[in-house]
């Protein structure tokens, strides 16, 4: 069985002070329901400024760091970038790759995302790669072949025997920080066709080792909805992620979800 994970992507928000608030009464919380023991692994990925401080806080504990990105050289003269060395040398564990508003905003590829998913496996850092349609796309008909076609260049350095390393996460782009969130059948139709892909690209069976997540508009609410299909194994949780005791409740919801399956 696929452990759930549930990521926060903080995006450009709190201060080192604010991150470290939050990692307090998140601890607080998540310690008097099991800590240790809890059976959703957890990962927050904040500004770079604040994963220091992070990695130090939840040194130990059952929370890992993630970045929200990397640059695909380990060193040089790439004025604002951060690289995989770095990365690992803070203590980050994963590292978000490809989200939509990287490519959106700062015309990222899927080729440029090939490159970073194969530099984070190849610096022991394990990359979310974001995968979805947009709503021009969606109502074209088109989100199968989107998806197929993101999953197929940004993984096409990596190996079959890789895969158990990587986590894909399918956010449809028009309901990220929209209020709008994809039904979940509709989500894991999606998700079982990305499976198909990976087990199409790197052999039969391959996806049973892989964990896809859904993000878009993710709340405690609707959650367990979507945790509830078999084929989602956890959340990106964007917005939602900034309060510490509603991130928490994402968390318990998916863990009563998938004791359910």
């Known amino acids: 069985m696929r452990t759930p994970l549930i990521a926060a992507n903080w995006k450009m928000n709190k201060t080192i002070g604010e991150a470290l608030s939050f990692a307090g009464t998140f601890l607080d919380i998540l310690y008097s329901q099991g800590g240790e023991s809890f059976p959703v692994e957890i990962v927050i990925c904040p500004p770079f400024t604040a994963v220091p401080a992070l990695c130090a806080t939840f040194a130990g504990k059952n929370v890992a760091v993630g970045g929200q990105n990397l640059y695909w050289e380990e060193k040089g003269a790439f004025t604002g970038e951060i690289s995989p060395v770095m ?35 190849d610096h022991g850092l394990r990359p979310i790669v974001c995968v979805g349609e947009t709503l021009e796309e969606r109502d074209e008909g088109r989100t199968f072949e989107v998806c197929e076609g993101q999953v197929r260049k940004d993984l096409s350095l990596v190996k079959a025997q890789e895969i158990p390393s990587i986590v894909i996460a399918y956010e449809p782009v028009w309901a990220i920080g929209t209020g ?20 199409q690209v790197f052999g039969p069976g391959t996806s049973q080792n892989l964990r896809v997540l859904y993000g878009g508009s993710v709340k405690s609410s609707n959650i367990r909805q979507f945790m509830l299909k078999e084929e989602i194994d956890g959340a990106l949780v964007g917005g939602a992620s900034l309060d510490p005791e509603e991130f928490f409740k994402i968390a318990l919801e998916s863990k009563k979800a998938k004791a359910k399956n």
């Open 87 to 121: 990365l690992r040398d803070a203590g980050c564990k994963y590292v978000i790759v490809g989200h939509s508003e990287r490519r959106r905003l700062f015309a990222e590829n899927d080729e440029m995302v090939a490159k970073k998913v194969r530099s984070a496996l």
């Open 180 to 199: 709008k969130e994809a039904r979940p059948d509709d989500a894991g139709e999606v998700i079982v066709h990305i499976r198909e892909t990976v087990n």
